[in-house]
């Protein structure tokens, strides 16, 4: 066909409005780009490509390639050894990011939410964990899975370590922290540093690892000896590369706005400083991005839940905004927190504390009796928060009727007692609509003087956790609706359905102690509740829920709605927390932009922005979670060396062939049964039910089991536990003796959440929804 010589690319291109929006030079839109890429049928140079779409010599054709360049990293787009470029989806070819494991293979988990795809140790020899890549899928290997080989690398991950240095026969290295990367990193003598032997040292990539050599390194910096108060975080947030120094700008940026709201950034706002609108977290909380306020109204009730503005502050593409999006999220140790902002936003200006003026993103629903939301509205405000609670604080006022703390809190006690009776409503329409409880054990490490460990405590989960958790799904589903109603784009909170091959092994686990998970080859949300609500009070229902949680993917980020299966809904995203959550501000700035006027099709934001920002912003969450989860381990690691010859009880939470694992009552870890110390026979795994077998006794050990045990050692490096059995206390509920399920198990079911469980995430009781 012959192209009309007085067409442009702007003509033709869907998106450039909003391209000449953002920029002052526009170029092509990256969805018009894999268009003209798609029709052409086969990969375009530069020049070639360029000239189809009509633009000549000079910066715009700069741009062009710039922008190019930019979707190769992003992994859209894929140069090949002519340098001519292709889509990626339409070369059969899978982008991604990699995942190491300690054992050097490793997988990648493809930006398209596919199946992960196998790295032998030999692809893997080249990569390191974070690695973002292409492969092409060259069949299937033993195990069903599908293996593949690098085709290119797009971006490099790591670019520096932290671990121990050792020195061996004059060569110096150093041993990663990080348990997904198993390269040494070669310290040349020039760039040790002076570090000593076994010294926690911090080494700056020179050299990436390539299939014949391994990386090399310079040390950058001595962080100090391995036992040293505090080096636990310090090796964390240094391993996983979580970002933790603030730029200048950054700084200057967020103290320039003051600690006060002006006059002008009140107009146009609705009032609600007369509003009895509280705060409810934890005791050592110290950022407050959500309150919450119930009237009754007729049979029904009016909920309002106010959420920090931090959109009013944090504009696209200033220092502030960059930093965050780096960040994508607050990470949370014991005693430290490493913010998405700087406290005088988070800590200040953002957080919603009492009796002062604050700018805020208002979600207002319409409750009624069966606690369905009838209708919503998004608005701004400005409010004043009455008082700044703690879930123990409603927890007896409100649940326990502690006579002091209601009078106490006499000034607030209206709205607390309708807040609780929106509260049972949301939780009946949930337990109805089949939601998946998760009550986990989580822990809070007690320090003494010198960060010494002083105790580890569980922590308790109330009916006001429960409260503000209810309140903060009802606001996110009705910002997922919203989002969709106006055809926004923006991030859901999705979560899939559990794979068949982690149903088959949840029902073989189920069926040797039993229960029985109904529902046939696809159960649905309600089934797993029913299961849960089975295994309640028996001694191994934390077992079972654990087990049930590990048989579900974890929920993401992403552009395209697939519904949330743990909470059973099929809109939800993530607005009550953009003070420490990136993904909740984009979604407060789709909201705005829909507030004041403006058509979908011009906000700031496209679908291939998303889908990078929510595979991003995706990580950062695995990251933090990794960073915190090896923290704790470190951390009660380092409790149990003092308690080495010390009995506990605790009970088998995994039977593998060469041991069983027993969490520990008093110190919450797990800590290694190896069956080389069972010297009183041999003993046979059975992968099935998950037990080991006595060959000549007859002794057999099974998940659930009640057990005492010593410590024998403890490895610090390795976070590992070593434990002998002392005693067997209680065993576990078996087929053959507890009650199997009633429900009617469907076809196929012969074979058998969110990790991202809910609510708040702060110090005390984490929850990720």
């Known amino acids: ?46 020049e070639a490509l360029a000239d189809e779409i009509g633009i000549d010599k000079g910066p715009t054709r700069d741009a062009l390639l710039a922008r190019l360049d930019a979707m190769v990293r992003d992994g859209q787009l894929v140069r090949d050894r002519r340098g001519a470029y292709g889509p ?48 092409r899928v060259r069949g299937v290997d033993h195990r069903g899975r599908r293996e593949g080989s690098v085709v290119d690398i797009l971006e490099r991950n790591t670019r ?57 390194g310079r040390i950058t910096e001595v962080l100090g000896d391995h036992m040293a108060p505090g080096m636990e975080i310090d090796v964390a947030i240094r391993a996983h590369g979580i970002p933790h120094e603030w730029p200048p700008l950054v700084l200057d940026e967020a103290e320039a706005f003051g600690d006060s709201v002006p006059k002008h950034a009140i107009e146009g706002r609705e009032d609600l400083r007369d509003t009895p609108l509280v705060t409810i977290d934890g005791g050592d909380a110290r950022d407050f991005d959500d309150a919450v306020y119930a009237e009754r109204t007729g049979r029904g009730w009016k909920l309002i839940v106010a959420i920090a503005d931090v959109s009013a502050y944090v504009q696209p593409g200033t220092a502030l905004d960059i930093e965050a999006q780096n960040r994508a999220t607050s990470v949370y140790f014991p005693e430290q927190v490493i913010p998405m902002l700087p406290e005088a936003l988070s800590n200040g200006l953002c957080s919603l504390n009492p009796h002062v003026d ?60 309708t807040l609780g009776d929106v509260f049972r409503a949301l939780h009946g329409a949930r337990e109805r609509r089949g939601a998946i409880d998760f009550d986990s054990q989580e822990t809070r490490i007690i320090f003494g003087p010198n960060r010494k460990i002083a105790r580890i405590e569980p922590t308790v989960r109330t009916n006001a956790h429960r409260l503000i958790e209810e309140c903060m799904i009802a606001a996110n589903v009705e910002t997922a609706k919203f989002l969709d109603g106006h055809d926004l784009p923006g991030l859901y909170r999705v979560h899939d359905k559990p794979k068949s091959e982690r149903l088959d092994n949840l029902r073989l686990f189920l069926n040797g102690v039993g229960l029985a998970l ?111 989860r ?20 605790g009970t088998i939470t995994g039977v593998m062939a060469f041991g069983m694992f027993i ?93 991202d469980k809910g609510g708040k995430t702060r110090r005390g009781p984490r929850k990720r929804r």
Not at 113 to 126: E, I, N, S, W, Y
Not at 178 to 199: C, E, F, R, T
């Open 663 to 755: 969490e520990l009552d008093e110190v919450h870890a797990d800590g290694l049964v190896h069956v080389s110390s069972l010297g009183d026979d041999f003993y046979h795994f059975d992968p099935v039910h998950h037990s080991m077998t006595g060959q000549r006794t007859g002794r057999r050990f099974q998940l659930g089991a009640r057990v005492r045990v010593r410590i024998t050692n403890v490895n610090l490096d390795e976070r590992k536990i070593d434990l002998e059995l002392v005693g067997v206390t209680q065993a576990p509920k078996s087929a053959s003796d507890a009650p199997r399920g009633k429900g009617k198990r469907g076809k196929g079911s012969k074979s058998g959440g969110d990790k």
């Open 630 to 649: 090896d923290v704790t381990a470190w951390l009660k690691a380092e409790y149990a060396m003092d308690r080495v010859g010390d009995e506990f009880d």
């Open 88 to 135: 990626v989806a339409a070369m059969d070819l899978v982008a991604g990011r990699v995942i190491g494991h300690r054992d050097g293979f490793g997988f990648l988990v493809p930006d398209d939410g596919g199946d992960d795809v196998f790295l032998g140790p030999r692809q893997m020899k080249a990569l390191i964990h974070g690695d973002r890549i292409v492969v």
């Open 358 to 417: 604050r700018l805020c993103m208002v979600c207002e629903m319409q409750v009624g009796p069966d606690g369905k939301v009838g209708r919503a509205r998004f608005y701004e405000a400005v409010m004043r928060s009455a008082a700044r609670l703690t879930y123990e604080d409603v927890d007896a006022a409100l649940f326990r009727g502690d006579p002091e703390e209601r009078k106490r809190r006499e000034d607030v006690l209206g709205p607390l007692e």
């Open 160 to 216: 520096q370590v932290v671990g121990r240095y050792f020195a061996e026969s004059g060569i110096g290295f150093v041993v990663p922290e990080h348990a997904k990367i198993p390269h040494d990193v070669v310290i040349p003598p020039a760039h040790s540093l002076d570090a000593k032997p076994g010294q926690m040292v911090v080494a700056e990539l020179i050299e990436q690892p390539s299939k014949n050599t391994s990386p090399i």
């Open 1 to 46: 066909m012959k192209k009309d010589k007085n067409k442009t690319w702007i003509d033709d291109d869907p998106h450039s409005a909003r391209e000449r929006r953002r920029y002052d030079n526009p170029i092509p839109s990256r969805e018009f780009l894999l268009q003209k890429l798609q029709e052409a049928g086969r990969p375009l140079r530069f």
């Open 518 to 628: 109904t529902g046939g080859a696809s159960p649905d949300t309600l089934d797993y509740a029913k299961l849960l609500e089975r295994a309640k009070g028996r001694p191994d229902a934390l077992l079972i829920q654990t087990l049930v949680l590990r048989s579900m993917p974890q929920a993401v980020y992403s552009p395209k709605n697939i519904g949330h299966f743990g909470l059973a809904h099929p809109l939800y995203a993530h607005f009550t927390s953009p003070i420490r959550r990136y993904p909740d501000l984009l979604v407060h700035r789709a909201i705005r932009h829909q507030l004041s006027g403006q058509p979908a099709e011009e906000f700031r934001y496209g679908r291939l922005d998303m889908e990078r920002l929510g595979e991003h912003c995706s990580m950062a969450e695995r990251r933090a979670d990794d960073a915190t």
